[in-house]
């Protein structure tokens, strides 16, 4: 059969109903061309495997994006997952969605706590219930996925304590967290491998420099500058966190087992990029569903994104090189800013983010207090209003009780007024 076939190709020339070949070579090389560019954006898939049964990982972000991603990842293979949100344990979508995460894992030690970032308050009560606990809980891995971003031409935002929300939720929340729970993880033994996994977005290329006293500024704050600024300081911070924990002198006298690894996903179609994309609007979500051929083409899937914090969770290599190394398709590479190792930056952001803290920590415990204060005092004027009127109520019934014996005795004293002859007899 084939051989008459190839005799007539060879005799005849193609047959009329074969498609023209050009059109075939254009469209194998579109196709091919489609396939290189989306295999080339989907980015390296992790390779390092590792059992993570017994190992407590606390876990930001874990609710949407690439961190329900490395959530999905870390617990399939046994972690004990803590994911820190900011809703409400009893919250029903967060109860179902740990149901969820329990049963597609086969992996029931998923819980959440809350822990809003976008309070320096409730990180610190977190927090200090965490390293509390005693014996000190184990902690293995802190995974840091939790971010915010305002979609171009947004407004800029303040929390309930005062403080721009990019800079807080992004940056200042993580030090806040990290710096509370330093003593946790410096008590961990020597034998654990204890990681600390920091996301970072290429975007902090172009961040301005950092000045503390712009960063709060609304003039100089524009989504995009801010969202950047976030990054940098979080890989300034990040570098210096590795020192402050290799400083320590622990008292088996060994070398610091905690690392911290800043990790760059790459872009990914998330919740957090689909809000930037699409401005936050609805037009923009249509255009967003109209050329989403685009999204995914050129833009990682979440469970690709994650490939890298699992390469910085899981690969040995990290427990043998110095911390504070970022990582990108899963590889090494350099910070492409020289400022994120300068020493004096670190100090200077240090000093300034601790002093920032103490100052909104101070200001909103003044506000909590006279809060509490005008609740007693509403309270204690709820009380004595009942009190009042407890006794009022009271002096009513006794009143009544006094008119109906009078009207008893009155009532008495007529029949016998009436009945004169009953009354001689
Ligand atoms: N997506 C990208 O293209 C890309 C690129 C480079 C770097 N990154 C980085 O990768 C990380 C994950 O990004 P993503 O795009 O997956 O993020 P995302 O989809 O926007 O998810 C953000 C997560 O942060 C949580 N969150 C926000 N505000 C919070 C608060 N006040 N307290 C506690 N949790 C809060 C959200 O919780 P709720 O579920 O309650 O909203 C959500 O789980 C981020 O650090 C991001 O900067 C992402």
């Known amino acids: 059969m084939p051989l008459p076939f190839i005799a007539s ?25 489609l396939a290189a560019t989306k295999w080339y954006s989907s980015g390296r898939l992790n390779t390092s495997e590792r059992k993570l049964h017994g190992r407590v ?4 972000g874990g609710t949407s994006g690439i961190g329900a991603a490395v959530a999905q990842e870390l617990a399939s293979r046994g972690a004990q997952l803590v994911l820190l949100t900011r809703h409400e344990q009893a ?27 976008s309070s320096l308050y409730n990180i610190r009560k977190f927090a200090t219930k965490w390293i509390d606990n005693s014996p000190p809980r184990r902690l293995d891995m802190i995974v840091l996925c939790a ?8 407004k800029r935002t303040e929390t309930e304590e005062g403080i721009e929300t ?11 967290l990290l710096g509370i729970l330093s003593p946790a993880i410096k008590a961990q033994p020597f034998d654990r491998d204890v990681r600390i996994v920091i996301p970072t977005c290429s975007s902090y290329i172009g961040s301005p420099k950092l000045e503390m006293n712009q960063v709060l500024d ?31 002198k622990r008292p088996d006298g060994l070398p610091m087992n905690a690392k911290v690894v800043i ?3 790459g872009f990914a179609r998330t919740p957090g990029m689909r809000r930037w994309l699409t401005r936050g609007s609805l037009l923009g979500l249509m255009l967003y569903m109209i050329f989403y051929l685009f999204a995914w083409l050129f833009l990682k899937s979440p469970f690709m994104a994650a490939q890298s914090f699992l390469y910085a969770a899981m690969d040995g290599i990290f427990i043998r090189v110095p911390g504070g190394k970022l990582v990108k398709e899963c590889i090494e590479v350099d910070c492409a800013r020289k400022d994120v190792e300068d020493e004096e930056v670190a100090k200077k952001l240090w000093e300034g983010s601790d002093k920032l803290i103490e100052t909104v920590e101070k200001e909103s415990a003044i506000k909590r207090a006279k809060l509490k204060q005008k609740e007693k005092e509403k309270e204690e004027e709820k009380k004595s209003a009942e009190q009042v009127e407890e006794i009022e109520a009271l002096i009513n019934t006794i009143k009544k009780g006094k008119a109906k014996e009078s009207t008893k005795k009155n009532s ?7 009945t004169p002859g009953k009354e001689a007899k």
């Open 9 to 33: 190709l060879v005799f005849e020339g193609l047959p009329p109903w074969f498609p023209d070949p050009y059109l075939l070579l254009k469209s194998g090389t579109a196709l091919s061309a």
């Open 57 to 60: 990982v606390l876990l930001t």
């Open 91 to 117: 919250d029903p979508f967060l109860v179902e969605y740990i149901q969820d995460l329990r049963e597609r894992t086969n992996n029931h030690l998923i819980y959440a706590e809350t822990c809003d970032l």
């Open 147 to 154: 971010s915010t971003l305002t979609p171009p031409g947004g």
């Open 166 to 176: 990019t800079w807080m939720v992004n940056y200042l929340a993580n030090f806040h």
């Open 218 to 248: 609304s003039k100089y704050w524009t989504p995009g500058k801010a969202y950047a600024r976030s990054k940098l300081a979080m890989m300034v911070f990040a570098k210096a966190f590795q020192k402050h924990l290799d400083a320590y």
């Open 263 to 265: 990790v760059d996903p």
């Open 412 to 418: 008495g004293a007529d029949k016998k007024s009436k």
